[in-house]
């Protein structure tokens, strides 16, 4: 397909993904690295039937809040997509696409909009998987995030949102890939950062040679990170050198400590999760006699701190693994008040034996597509408070338009918290009451 002429163009808003929107020729236009209320100069990439994708690549009218990217990579590495745009504005961008998709998707407003929740904006990011190629015409293997625009791996020696130390040891890991005999057989390295170790998971298609593991022990001593080896499955995880340090996160205002195993989710923003934990429990507010329902708990990251409010807390999670190690967590942490279930939450859950208990208050966490299964279950109990933590706008957006169009609630309260600074990824809190 032929490229379209040079073209300027006015941008009216930001599309999810981060990209600029313009409209063109009765067509929405998808604008990369332009910002709303510019006017740039635009190289077209692709033309669809209904819209066009393009690259800004001059700005004539800058928008407030531009700012310089940090990171040299910025426009070719796709795991940024904000970085030129300060902090602030990110955040208002963000509120105003949930405020977006409250009023198109599920006719709600909220009763109140809640201050933004930010914290650390750079070096932050504790959990990611990184694509890794040999790539015998440049000579050298790559280690990083795929291109914005592409399926291959952008040339990257560094990651400015990655946490320490692995922000800076993208060329370092690149490097070490390169010497091994199964370079051309390691397609990922899995980052987990915890408070007291750095584990980094290697998919291995083939098993490492002597060799390879000595240069494997060398950069683990050097760098202060530990190997684990992923030949299949990730059943099959193991460290490289047991026993492994264990990796954990701590929530101080709880007196809290969260063990996890290196491929478990954990929200991936240390300093953010802290404060969205304490916005999350104090929003719900549970008291010294009640009983709350924490659905999607996975390893009890907001289970436990409840569990020190409230006189119990049951979390359901749909992975035995993780509730097996919330319960872990939960015996470690001193804490007795709080039980565990294994649940499919994507299931009609009335015959589950939990499910029938009285509970005062309730929790969602749920994955990107959302709790609507749950919302039966939750609108029966008829909770005095929900307190939703979404990681996507239009699941929260359709599941708020149910609980109160269908189940009579009212959406007391919203905000969004900034859990991937620099990137178009929205967290979301929302607070419903019974109307």
Request: proline share 8%; net charge neutral.
């Amino acid at each position: 397909m032929n490229a379209l002429p040079e073209r300027e163009l006015v941008i009216e808003s930001l599309a999810h993904d981060g990209r600029g929107v313009a409209r063109a020729d009765g067509k929405a236009v998808f604008v990369a690295g332009a910002l709303p209320g510019e006017r740039v100069r635009a190289r077209a990439l692709k033309r669809h039937r209904r819209f066009d994708e393009a690259v800004a690549i001059e700005v004539l009218e800058p928008a407030p809040g531009r700012v310089a990217p940090r990171c040299p990579h910025f426009g070719v590495c796709g795991g940024c997509a904000m970085q030129h745009l300060d902090e602030a504005r990110q955040l208002e961008i963000k509120r105003l696409h949930v405020e977006e998709q409250f009023t198109r998707i599920g006719r709600v407003t909220p009763a109140e909009w809640l201050p933004p929740l930010g914290d650390a904006a750079w070096a932050y990011r504790r959990r990611a998987r990184l694509g890794v190629k040999w790539v015998p015409r440049k000579g050298r293997v790559l280690v990083g995030f795929r291109e914005r625009a592409t399926p291959y791996i952008a040339e990257i020696d560094s990651c400015a949102v990655l946490a320490a130390p692995v922000g800076g040891l993208i060329g370092a890991l690149a490097a070490l890939v390169g010497r091994l005999s199964i370079r051309e057989r390691l397609p990922q390295i899995e980052v987990a950062v915890g408070e007291r170790a750095t584990a980094l998971v290697l998919r291995v298609l083939d098993p490492p040679s002597a060799a390879d593991l000595a240069e494997l022990r060398a950069f683990a001593a050097a760098e202060g990170v530990e190997f684990y080896l992923q030949p299949r499955g990730y059943d099959t995880v193991a460290p490289l050198d047991p026993p492994a340090t264990p990796l954990g996160y701590t929530l101080p205002d709880f007196d809290v400590e969260v063990l996890f195993e290196p491929t478990d989710f954990i929200q991936v923003n240390a300093d953010l999760n802290r404060r969205a934990v304490a916005l999350a429990v104090r929003l719900l507010d549970p008291r010294p006699d009640e009983t709350v329902l924490d659905l999607f708990c996975g390893l009890g990251n907001f289970t436990l701190p409840l569990a020190r409010r409230a006189a119990r807390v049951v979390g359901v999670e749909g992975e035995a693994g993780l509730v097996a190690r919330a319960r872990a967590n939960a015996a470690r942490n001193g804490i007795a008040n709080a039980g565990f279930h294994v649940a499919d939450l994507a299931q009609d859950l009335g015959g589950a034996p939990w499910a029938n208990e009285t509970f005062h208050r309730v929790l969602l966490d749920p994955p990107r597509a959302g709790a609507a299964a749950a919302l039966p279950l939750v609108a029966r109990l008829r909770p005095a408070r929900i307190v939703y933590v979404s990681c996507h706008p239009a699941s929260l957006a359709r599941d708020a338009g149910e609980l109160v169009h269908v189940h009579g609630f009212r959406l007391a309260a919203a905000g969004v918290m900034d859990m991937f600074p620099q990137t178009a990824h929205v967290e979301s809190i929302a607070v419903f009451e019974p109307g």
